[in-house]
């Protein structure tokens, strides 16, 4: 598969997203008196920078329905902050354990109280700064920040369903049931409060809500294949159920084949050897048939919402791209990748 060329989006919807974000920690207040938070946000933005450019999001829907993008740009800085702030929570979520300054990989000191507090502000508090600051309607503002609200409830409940369920509870339903909450959710944000800005009607907001839907459960599928394809395996040292995993399940051989599984899933929280021996059980050609046929399926889904919904040509390109992008199959590693490579090409702001 072909690196998506993250460089023609930065031609479409060019944007200095370092200084979006600047602009969005000051919200935090005066420097006088918000000194230590907005030191604190900056500080978990450069440590934690995002692996991919989706802040165009909002950017290319704005773009879709006016031609213009540039309006959305604080949207797309909300965005950064939004999952800046999931992720970090979701790492601490996985890593209980952790309590000592800077083991978060930060190499700076920065303890965990400081990260959490830092993570609050930059998921709930910036993004409705930036929503009130939004040069629009009162009426549309609160629906935004509704939107914002409206999401991390999405979220939540997407992890919490992550965490309470097994493997052996695992099915691709139930995968996909807590993919569309912590990654459809925010991705339905982002798309309808674009959406909204724009001015689009009620009918369009929810398609495009849709659209953010469908991307986010595909994103989440991309994230699930570039934690094998990087070799971090956080997954299976956690003992997530992915959708992947509850493929081989079903897929299994009763009984015998599926305890196999399930016991190696638990083993390998432990367990390189175990780790390794799940791996090949879930790289399996009949397996990744399975995964490969779902990812199929929600790819077209979400190409006849765009479809349905038109708009300039310009940039709706883009967003098909972005789809084909996330719903590609990845797994297992073409000939010729190293081990731990990653097939696409990640791309982080200039000084993050």
């Known amino acids: 598969m072909h690196p998506l060329p993250y460089a023609d989006l930065h031609a479409l919807v060019p944007l200095d997203v370092e200084a979006e974000l600047d602009t969005a920690v000051r919200r935090l207040g005066p420097e006088a008196d918000a000194r230590a938070a907005r030191g604190a946000v900056a500080g978990l933005l450069r440590r934690h920078p995002l692996r991919h450019p989706l802040w165009v999001l909002p950017l290319l829907v704005h773009g879709a329905e006016t031609g213009d993008p540039a309006p959305a740009a604080p949207l797309?800085?909300?965005?950064?902050?939004?999952?800046?702030?999931?992720?970090?929570?979701?790492?601490?979520?996985?890593?209980?354990?952790?309590?000592?300054?800077?083991?978060?990989?930060t190499g700076t000191g920065a303890g965990p109280s400081e990260e959490l507090m830092a993570a609050f502000l930059a998921g709930?508090?910036?993004?409705?700064?930036?929503?009130?600051?939004?040069?629009?309607?009162?009426?549309?503002?609160?629906?935004?920040?509704?939107?914002v609200l409206t999401a991390w409830t999405a979220a939540a409940e997407g992890q919490l369903a992550d965490i309470r369920t097994t493997a052996a509870q695992a099915t691709p339903e139930s995968a996909v049931a807590a993919y569309r909450g912590k990654s459809g959710g925010p991705y339905a944000m982002i798309t309808?409060?674009?959406?909204?800005?724009?001015?689009?009607?009620?009918?369009?907001?929810?398609?495009?809500?849709?659209?953010?839907?469908?991307?986010?459960?595909?994103w989440q599928l991309f994230n699930d294949q570039e934690d094998i394809l990087t070799g971090r395996h956080e997954d299976l040292r956690n003992g997530t159920p992915t959708h992947l995993l509850a493929c081989a399940l079903e897929g299994a051989a009763r009984p015998a084949g599926r305890d196999r599984l399930l016991a190696l899933s638990e083993a390998a929280r432990r367990s390189a050897a175990a780790r390794s021996e799940l791996l090949a059980a879930l790289l399996a050609p009949a397996v990744l048939d399975r995964y490969g046929a779902g990812l199929g399926a929600f790819r077209a889904r979400a190409?006849?919402?765009?479809a349905a919904l038109g708009g300039h040509e310009r940039y709706l390109p883009?967003?098909?791209?972005?789809?084909?992008?996330?719903?590609?199959?990845?797994?297992?590693p073409p000939p010729g990748t190293a081990a731990g490579a990653h097939p696409t090409r990640p791309w982080r702001p200039t000084g993050r």
């Open 76 to 105: 797309a800085a909300l965005h950064v902050l939004w999952w800046t702030s999931a992720c970090h929570l979701d790492d601490l979520a996985d890593a209980p354990g952790r309590t000592g300054p800077g083991e978060f990989g």
């Open 124 to 147: 709930s508090v910036l993004p409705l700064r930036i929503v009130e600051a939004l040069p629009a309607p009162p009426a549309t503002r609160a629906a935004l920040a509704s939107e």
């Open 192 to 218: 309808a409060m674009a959406a909204r800005l724009s001015g689009a009607e009620p009918r369009r907001v929810e398609s495009w809500r849709e659209f953010g839907t469908l991307f986010g459960i595909l």
């Open 303 to 306: 190409h006849r919402v765009l």
């Open 318 to 332: 883009a967003l098909r791209r972005l789809v084909d992008h996330s719903s590609a199959l990845l797994l297992p």
